[in-house]
């Protein structure tokens, strides 16, 4: 029953800046790693970022220093604060997160349907 429902996504200018929210829902007991992919068209999807439940974050290369990727623990919700936008950043971006449904059950990734950032002038 977990569902992860990204938004925020939409047109940009290179320069721009854009925030994307992730906000998981459902059967959840605890979030362990949350994350961000994207897949540029004809591009195989590409890790961008992650942050682990206690606040360490990671991130592509090509985003360092651009991208902040952000949690709020208490509304299940990973951010993506994406700053100096270029056209190359243009994708589809997924959330992702690793969720034990139960105190007893195992974590499991879930993933949401993705969010269109275009970067265009």
């Known amino acids: 029953q977990v569902q992860l429902v990204e938004s925020g996504g939409g047109l940009v200018q290179p320069g721009g800046s854009l925030r994307l929210s992730c906000v998981a829902s459902?059967?959840?007991?605890?979030?362990?790693?949350m994350g961000w992919y994207r897949q540029a068209p004809g591009k195989q999807r590409e890790w961008v970022a992650t942050?682990?439940?206690?606040?360490?974050?990671r991130y592509v290369d090509s985003v360092k220093g651009r991208f902040t990727i952000s949690r709020d623990n208490a509304k299940n919700t990973v951010y993506l604060h994406m700053n100096s936008l270029k056209p190359e950043d243009t994708a589809v971006y997924y959330c992702?997160?690793?969720?034990?449904?139960?105190?007893?059950?195992?974590?499991?990734?879930?993933w949401g349907q993705g969010t269109q950032v275009i970067v265009s002038s």
């Open positions: 992702n997160a690793l969720i034990g449904a139960y105190a007893w059950s195992s974590y499991s990734n879930f």
């Open positions: 459902g059967s959840i007991f605890s979030i362990n790693h």
């Open positions: 942050i682990t439940s206690g606040g360490t974050t």
